[in-house]
T-cell receptor, first 110, second 115 residues
């Protein structure tokens, strides 16, 4: 399974865009990149996923580099409620496995 | 829909005791999985199932058993609890194991302490 590397922590000012990077240099061509977040000790919440094209939904945007070795999750206007641990994972096709790393703790400050 | 439900929310065991953590989903999801999360760490996959009657090991399966007799339920059994199994346990489900449509829904977690 492809491994992911994320910075352990980041800060962002409220109202500004939060850009969370993820390195997945060993990703295979048919593996998807997923992002989840975990607020306090709740169960993780799905945010977005993609294969090679950039994706956008009501929560965030996902930018995947052309070589697919890294991606960036963008929260366009961060709020205090976006303070959470953000996980970038790679989904292996038909294997059913999702391996979560330690994630990035994003702190949104007033 | 209730989504993914887990019981109990909290549990304290003594070393050597056994117990079953319950997980149920009412979304007719094919894929279910169990994770554990130790303090300050990410989630680690224990076991998963791609459908009724089919289970497989994840990253940290030792000391745990699972079965999937129905689509809805995926219980996790601790055979002989050890202090190292003190953790928060999350159950998750998704419509399919296919990564193109594999958004996982997580339950609220069971907080287990083994003394």
């Amino acid at each position: 399974d492809a491994k992911t590397t994320q910075p352990p922590s980041m800060d962002c000012a409220e109202g500004r865009a939060a850009n969370l990077p993820c390195n997945h240099s060993t990703i295979s061509g048919n593996e998807y990149v997923y992002w989840y977040r975990q607020i306090h000790s709740q169960g993780p919440q799905y945010i977005i996923h993609g294969l090679k094209n950039n994706e956008t939904n009501e929560m965030a945007s996902l930018i995947i580099t052309e070589d697919r070795k890294s991606s960036t999750l963008i929260l366009p206007h961060a709020t205090l409620r976006d303070t959470a641990v953000y996980y970038c994972i790679v989904r292996v096709p038909n294997a059913g496995k999702s391996t979560f790393g330690d994630g990035t703790t994003l702190t949104v400050k007033p | 829909n209730a989504g993914v439900t887990q019981t109990p929310k909290f549990q304290v065991l003594k070393t050597g005791q056994s117990m079953t953590l319950q997980c149920a989903q009412d979304m007719n999801h094919e894929y279910m999985s169990w994770y554990r999360q130790d303090p300050g760490m990410g989630l680690r996959l224990i076991h998963y199932s791609v459908g009724a009657g089919i289970t497989d090991q994840g990253e940290v399966p030792n000391g745990y058993n699972v079965s999937r007799s129905t689509t809805e339920d995926f219980p996790l059994r601790l055979l002989s609890a050890a202090p190292s199994q003190t953790s928060v346990y999350f159950c998750a489900s998704s419509y399919s194991s296919a990564p193109s449509i594999g958004e996982q829904f997580f339950g609220p977690g069971t907080r287990l302490t083994v003394l």
